[in-house]
């Protein structure tokens, strides 16, 4: 079976500083990876996915992921925080191959200060 | 552009009193999913269409229903909603199952109780 731990519940950051949200993951299978953003009464919008193609996966909005399967790990970078940034982000892990089986992690709130 | 629309964006209901929540797409993605979102907790998946085949989680309680009369749309019925299903609902569409796609989400419909 599939899982994904979000390492922090709440990140909080200065606007122009480094990102980084943290996701382990488990899977018994090749994983699908992706990363989405909720903003407040809004839906997930997808920020990136890794297919088993390259490691390092580039998103929008400057955010970008390395996959590192000796640490069973995915997490979220990006270089320099802007304020519209802060929004609730999800890690998700699927079998590859079953999108219909996605698995969330409890999410990570991003806070950025002016 | 091509998206997923839910309406409407609120619904208040009274305990008991059934409701239907609406969803289209333009994207002409075969499976449609609805998902719930309690506060700060991450979605759960309630069912999916893939085309007009059904498919319920294990967990998706009786009261809650769905209909998909074409490709665009799908409907999610609640009978007699209690207190406990106040929450966020997404839907959401994926262009094949059984694959690495990604969903696309839309921004939810908000449910109260009364």
């Known amino acids: 079976a599939q899982s994904v731990t979000q390492l922090d519940s709440h990140v909080s950051v200065s606007e122009g500083t480094p990102v980084l949200l943290r996701c382990n993951y488990s899977?018994?299978?090749?994983?699908?990876l992706f990363w989405y953003v909720q903003h407040p009464n809004k839906g997930l919008q997808l920020l990136l996915k890794?297919?088993?193609?390259?490691?390092l996966v580039k998103g929008i909005n400057g955010f970008e992921a390395e996959f590192k399967k000796s640490e069973t790990s995915f997490h979220l970078t990006k270089p320099s925080a802007h304020m519209s940034d802060a929004a609730e982000y999800f890690c998700?892990?699927?079998?590859?191959?079953?999108?219909?089986?996605?698995?969330f992690g409890a999410g990570t709130r991003l806070t950025v200060k002016p | 552009d091509a998206m997923v629309i839910q309406n409407p964006r609120y619904q208040v209901t009274q305990f008991g009193k059934p409701v239907t929540l609406s969803c289209s797409q333009t994207?002409?993605?075969?499976?449609m999913y609805w998902y719930q979102q309690k506060s700060s907790q991450a979605p759960k998946l309630l069912f999916h269409?893939?085309?007009?085949?059904?498919?319920n989680e294990a967990d998706t309680p009786d009261n809650f229903q769905s209909r998909r009369p074409n490709t665009s749309f799908c409907f999610l019925d609640i009978r007699s909603p209690g207190l406990g299903d106040a929450a966020m609902y997404l839907c959401?569409?994926?262009?094949?199952?059984?694959?690495?796609?990604?969903?696309?989400f839309g921004d939810g419909t908000r449910l109260s109780i009364l």
């Open positions: 959401a569409t994926s262009s094949r199952r059984y694959s690495n796609q990604p969903q696309h």
């Open positions: 269409y893939y085309d007009k085949d059904f498919n």
């Open positions: 890794y297919t088993s193609a390259a490691t």
């Open positions: 998700v892990v699927t079998k590859a191959n079953n999108n219909n089986d996605m698995r």
């Open positions: 994207l002409n993605h075969n499976v």
């Open positions: 899977s018994s299978y090749s994983p699908s």
